[in-house]
């Protein structure tokens, strides 16, 4: 069974583009969850979709988008990039909604603005 | 919220010693805690979880933990480290009802030959 994919794998962008990071999960997983890991605040959350609605958000400003397709891929968007945005983005995919399941995460998306 | 307080940030040990690696939460009517480890330039891995039952849970690749409730410490633990152990380990806790896991900050675990 193939695991989650985190697609690209690394990225280098410019302050103030946008950009788009994706995730295929595990083949009949549904849930979609997005983490943010940096040294200084470590793994934090972005935001959680389940069956393409997006059920938690965190606290990160609205420049950060997400959204789940019917295949239950999910993309997540970064627009107007700033130094700060400089960070491993992971992506964890679990059959239902629900932290008592399992949550199996991608090697992650590694993001440089510069 | 909940949070998590990771007491050590780097953990150096002899291979084949004992090792504890210490996590604290918030205090909570109920909790979910899980442990996670993540090798270089790797995702996170599930080592193991506590929902409700038996305080002593065992994990994979020998790692166990124990939940303390009055204490609100999960602190986990292995008999004899390897090699490759060394990684980085993250607790988490969640409520019941499908909030988000929250992440301590991290404890580098390096095992010396």
């Known amino acids: 069974k193939a695991g989650v994919t985190q697609t690209p794998r690394y990225l280098i962008k410019t302050r103030g583009q946008q950009v788009t990071l994706s995730c295929s999960p595990i083949s009949g997983h549904r849930s979609v969850s997005w983490y943010q890991q940096t040294p200084g605040q470590g793994l934090q959350f972005l935001f959680e979709?389940?069956?393409?609605?997006?059920?938690n958000k965190g606290n990160f400003p609205g420049r950060f988008s997400g959204r789940q397709f019917s295949n239950s891929r999910s993309e997540m968007n970064v627009s107007t990039l700033e130094l700060g945005d400089s960070a491993l983005y992971l992506c964890a995919s679990s059959p239902v909604s629900g932290v008592n399941t399992e949550a199996f995460f991608g090697q992650g998306t590694r993001l440089t603005v510069v | 919220a909940q949070s998590v307080t990771q007491l050590d940030s780097q953990v150096p040990v002899f291979e084949e010693a004992p090792v504890e690696l210490r996590c604290n939460y918030s205090?909570?009517?109920?909790?979910?805690l899980f442990w996670y480890v993540q090798y270089p330039n790797q995702g996170l891995q599930l080592l193991l979880k506590y929902l409700s039952g038996s305080t002593l849970v065992k994990g994979i690749n020998g790692f166990e933990a124990e939940f303390n409730k009055s204490q609100t410490s999960f602190h986990l633990r292995k008999p004899s480290v390897h090699i490759s152990d060394t990684a980085e380990y993250f607790c988490a806790v969640s409520d019941p009802g499908n909030t988000p896991l929250v992440f301590g900050k991290g404890t580098r675990l390096s095992v010396i030959a």
């Open positions: 979709y389940f069956s393409e609605t997006q059920r």
């Open positions: 205090s909570s009517v109920s909790v979910y």
